[in-house]
């Protein structure tokens, strides 16, 4: 008893209990600054996916403060207990640490990384010119910057000191406690559960604050038949992100001529009224396809020959198939029948009457044309195949199904199996252009197809297709197979080496 009551036991006690307010204090400062890093990423799209991220928040960020406590100032309060002492090392700790993670989140919110020794070259190839343009001035403005949050954290540290006789009668310790263990509870087995079943609103936050480490039982429940791990790495494999960020377009820059005599004429149908024929030299082909979930989608895929899952991060760019003619001299006319929403493609189009006096002039040029039965009926009345080269196709009449859609040509194609997606690099090649179509597109020419298989999306499904067999892999990495013509579904064997190429080649602009 009288032990107990020693001055060292009694100032230790008040330094722990101190420590423990200063450490809490120090919890809610860090949760604002870490808002930084759920701010800077797209909030999950599900009930599920939001209440991960809560508590994944609150759990880990408090677990790495205390654990800093724990590790550094704990061990001084033992080794050291001299009140000023402590007060003094602890607020330069946190100021230190806090100052920190405030680094580590701006430099997430900017590259997407954490200070780690991946990218410690990254680091020092950013902040060395900065740095050494520094003058005095800057360093004495950082330097004043930090003086200040140091200066926060001792009125912080003192504040709590002389109230500690106070704060020592407050029982907050065990619910704030609950707390927090039941949000580290409840994080780690929401990511437990969402790793075994590959559920993407919290597996995509995996690496969102740093140091973060989830914890993951496929071993222990593969053990106990509560999982099957081959098909979990099968449809880990399949996994496709369809949050595309930060994308190269194109991936390569492209070289190549450009033949300034062509003339070619591409035309995509927007309603569903069935073309006449019959008097032309239009050859048909069969296997084609339009993938995008809507028009819009489509005209986008037609003319930058990517898939709609690149539509937002491209509204500020000019398709490669309309740019590079105009730019090495072949006049380009665009002409679409239904709003186009791309900024800049908006700005490129011209109303029906130049676009068809352009189309059917005996002149080079290069153009596009989204537009109903009757103006391609009257275009080709007008003896528009005559001097041009034609391909006309048409948008999908029902977009709750995959069908094939009509592609006709006034020229021979090898084309087996296709989607709008190969336009661009048709038209290019078709107009004298070399250069690799797979730096500025999915698709491929329909001169000659490189690949028997074809990739695309649908809303937020990737579709895969070779031979007779449609593959749909859905957002969770589970898949189905149909048949191509019929639509039924098939108990084939999954190609998974075909369908990890086509998700690789669909991701190659990232």
């Given at each position: 008893?009288?032990?107990?009551?020693?001055?060292?036991?009694?100032?230790?006690?008040?330094?722990?209990?101190?420590?423990?307010?200063?450490?809490?204090?120090?919890?809610?400062?860090?949760?604002?600054?870490?808002?930084?890093?759920?701010?800077?990423?797209?909030?999950?799209?599900?009930?599920?996916?939001?209440?991960?991220?809560?508590?994944?928040?609150?759990s880990h960020?408090?677990?790495?403060?205390?654990?800093?406590?724990?590790?550094?100032v704990l061990p001084l309060i033992y080794a050291?207990?001299?009140?000023?002492?402590?007060r003094g090392a602890a607020s330069t700790i946190a100021a230190l640490g806090l100052a920190?993670?405030?680094?580590?989140?701006?430099?997430?919110?900017?590259?997407?990384l954490h200070i780690n020794l991946g990218s410690a070259d990254l680091i020092k190839s950013e902040t060395q010119p900065v740095i050494n343009a520094f003058g005095w001035q800057q360093w004495g403005f950082l330097l004043l910057l930090f003086v200040v949050w140091l200066s926060f954290q001792l009125i912080l540290a003192n504040a709590l000191w002389k109230r500690i006789e106070r704060l020592q009668r407050i029982r907050l310790g065990m619910p704030i406690s609950a707390l927090f263990v039941a949000c580290f509870v409840c994080s780690h087995a929401l990511h437990i559960w969402a790793d075994a079943n590959l559920y993407q609103p919290i597996v995509k936050q995996d690496n969102l604050f740093p140091l973060s480490y989830p914890a993951t039982a496929k071993a222990l429940m593969s053990k106990y038949g509560l999982l099957d791990i081959e098909n979990y790495k099968q449809r880990k494999a399949l996994l496709f992100d369809r949050n595309v960020k930060g994308i190269k377009y194109p991936s390569n820059p492209v070289y190549c001529s450009i033949n300034k005599n062509e003339q070619f004429v591409l035309l995509i149908q927007t309603d569903a009224t069935e073309l006449d024929l019959s008097n032309t030299n239009l050859s048909q082909y069969q296997g084609h396809y339009d993938l995008s979930s809507n028009d819009h989608s489509s005209q986008f895929s037609s003319l930058f020959g990517l898939p709609?899952?690149?539509?937002?991060?491209?509204?500020?760019?000019?398709?490669?198939?309309?740019?590079?003619?105009?730019?090495?001299?072949l006049p380009v006319y665009l002409y679409s029948q239904i709003p186009l929403e791309h900024s800049i493609l908006s700005g490129l189009s011209t109303d029906y009457?130049?676009?068809?006096?352009?189309?059917?002039?005996?002149?080079?040029?290069?153009?596009?044309?989204?537009?109903t039965h009757q103006q391609i009926q009257s275009l080709l009345n007008s003896e528009l195949l005559d001097n041009n080269h034609v391909v006309i196709s048409s948008f999908a009449a029902n977009r709750e199904t995959i069908e094939q859609v009509p592609l006709y040509a006034n020229f021979d194609l090898k084309q087996n199996l296709s989607t709008h997606l190969d336009?661009?690099?048709?038209?290019?090649?078709?107009?004298?252009?070399?250069?690799?179509?797979?730096?500025?597109?999915?698709?491929?020419?329909?001169?000659?197809?490189r690949r028997n298989w074809l990739v695309g999306t649908k809303g937020s499904k990737v579709i895969v297709m070779q031979n007779g067999n449609r593959i749909e892999v859905l957002s969770n990495g589970s898949y189905k197979i149909y048949d191509r013509k019929t639509g039924e579904e098939t108990v084939e064997t999954l190609n998974t080496g075909l369908l990890s190429q086509a998700i690789k080649h669909l991701m190659h602009f990232y």
């Open positions: 008893m009288i032990l107990s009551e020693t001055p060292r036991r009694i100032l230790l006690t008040k330094l722990v209990t101190w420590g423990h307010w200063f450490t809490l204090s120090n919890i809610l400062v860090a949760l604002v600054i870490a808002g930084i890093y759920v701010f800077a990423s797209p909030l999950p799209d599900s009930l599920l996916g939001i209440t991960f991220l809560l508590v994944n928040w609150i960020i408090g677990f790495l403060t205390f654990f800093a406590f724990v590790i550094l050291f207990p001299k009140s000023r002492f402590i920190l993670l405030a680094f580590d989140a701006l430099l997430y919110t900017k590259y997407g709609e899952i690149y539509l937002s991060d491209l509204n500020n760019k000019t398709p490669l198939m309309l740019e590079l003619p105009q730019k090495l001299g009457d130049a676009f068809e006096q352009a189309t059917l002039s005996d002149k080079p040029k290069l153009a596009v044309g989204f537009v336009f661009p690099a048709t038209v290019l090649e078709r107009l004298g252009c070399d250069a690799l179509s797979d730096d500025y597109s999915i698709g491929q020419s329909l001169h000659n197809p």
